[in-house]
């Protein structure tokens, strides 16, 4: 079992910046692949980006590419999502959400195990 919580969601203007964390706890963090979706009102959640178990590899929703940065540090078992240029349309609750496969570039939601509470980023115009 693994417990995420995110945090560093907020209000921000377009084109400002945050940088969303997701602290693990429960098993070795290194095991699992690490990924971000959204989650917009009246929408499916969606992929945003996911990383390889060490880091190395990256994988990016078209929607964000050139703009959102994931990366995990394992000495604090935390994954983070340095989000720039941020626009209205990525207004949704966003989760974070760990693989046992490894797997980073599923975007289908049922490929990942476990999730986190969500935290809210609203991009106002």
């Known amino acids: 079992q693994v417990q995420l919580v995110e945090s560093g969601g907020g209000l921000v203007q377009a084109g400002g910046s945050l940088r969303l964390s997701c602290a693990a706890s429960?098993?070795?963090?290194?095991?699992?692949?690490m990924g971000w979706f959204r989650q917009a009102p009246g929408k499916e959640r969606e992929f945003v980006a996911g990383i390889s178990r060490g880091g190395i590899n990256t994988y990016y929703a078209d929607s964000v590419k050139g703009r959102f940065t994931i990366s995990r540090d394992s000495a604090k078992n935390t994954v983070y999502l340095q989000m720039n240029s941020l626009k209205p349309e990525d207004t949704a609750v966003y989760y974070c959400a760990a693989a046992r496969t490894g797997s980073y570039y599923y975007t289908d939601v049922t490929r990942w195990d476990y999730w986190g509470q969500g935290t809210q980023v609203t991009v106002s115009s």
């Open positions: 429960g098993r070795t963090f290194s095991n699992y692949a």
